[in-house]
């Protein structure tokens, strides 16, 4: 376990020599925060995996968790080092807060002026993002659905179900995701090039857009380009950020099955553009295709919980505020880069909802619940409802600390909301779509750092390594 986090820490840390090179072609000096970073990380990562190697057991499920906690926290504290190093005059806090922020695929900032920003921290802030999206989808498609996190068990990988050993088909898969997401990626630079973006905000934004992560190369974020065009192919590509890259790659192949949830993420952003269209229409009528352009792309960026803004909805009025608020905890699909409960996750309460009702009708018959082709079973459900209630409990638990820790009610519930639903922009003066993160106090920064974390590890994976059993061997 520990040989491979060390890999993963050299190679973050040779691809902090990117970024360096871009401050270098520019002449900017924060080229050395990026070559001091990166060097103490393959120092670090190459020390360890060399410490560790060959004197580790076979992989559990323990270790998988653990595997996946600890890179979570340990990569973002190097992947921070450039940040805290560089000509910003940030803390550690804010650093570690905006790494993690990043690599969570979150999008919360505690950084302005990024409209004349050294290109190479703009550029890091993207490929951070780019790269917590592959990871997520990694992570979702293995290490989750193994240890059951949810109702996850639903997308293990069918050929490892009745294995000891859950990982003879992940390199392909692997191969085969990230090809996906590199074709998807490119296709996106093309298109915001295409539309008016230059080079390097084309592919600093394909990168924050397939991730479904939201940062942007401006304080304005997607409103800084004022154009339509560009609103349409971004909704486009972080819709296909929001499903399942499983279901992608076989799309076609013959074993496709059916999966509910994307029905039910298409009716639903649809659904909720229109009535957002109409409710913007009645109450301050403007032109009618940017209206439903920026309502489309609002929708998806809340739902998809990339966080891009391309107006500030709270000057909209008090309904947008709730209307917002409502969508952040949805998610898009499973499987995807996107954070929140999940589509999937609904669709099972419902099934659950139906089936009781129809018990009291019908005591004695038998009736399975199935999603899609696959029988939902009695330990599914269990856990599905256990997630949906640990995820509300732990929002309100962050709140509660948030407003201790000195913030006001909206304030704190928003930050908590967005934090473990891994969104970005909050409501309020402060944290709104206009605000950012960075006059918090250095606490709240911290536990949005870890509520992120445990956001994107879907709750119970986080919270597993709290329990004393975990820890018997």
Known sequence: MLSALGILIAALGGMMFFPAIIDISVSNSDWHAFLGGGSISVGFGVALYLAMRGQEGEWNIRRSILFVNGSWIIISFFAALPLYFSSLN???????????????????????????????????RSLMQWLGGLGIVAISITILPMIGSGGQKLFFLESSEQSDNPYPRIREFAFKITLVYVLLSVACALAYFALGMTAFEAINHSMTTLSTGGYSTSDASMAHFDSVGILFAGSLFMFFGGLPFLYMIRFFSSDRSRDPQISLYFKGVLIASVVLFFAKQALSPGDKLEDFAVSLFDVISIVTTTGYGAGDYQTWGPLFWAFFLILTFFGACSGSTAGGIKQFRFVIAWLIIKNAIAKLIHPNRIMP???GEKVVDEEMAASTLSFIFLFFATFMFFAILLQLAGLDFVTAMSASATAIANVGPGLGDIIGPAG???SLPEICKWLLSLEMILGRLEILSGLAILMPGFWRW
Do not use: K
């Not at 550690?92 to 409209?115: K, N, Q």
């Open 90 to 124: 940030i803390t550690y806090a804010d650093a570690y807060f905006e790494t993690v922020s990043g690599f969570t695929t979150t999008g919360s900032t505690v950084l302005s002026g990024l409209d004349d920003m050294a290109p190479g921290l703009l550029f890091w």
């Open 369 to 371: 619940m199935r999603y």
């Open 436 to 438: 950012n993160f960075s």
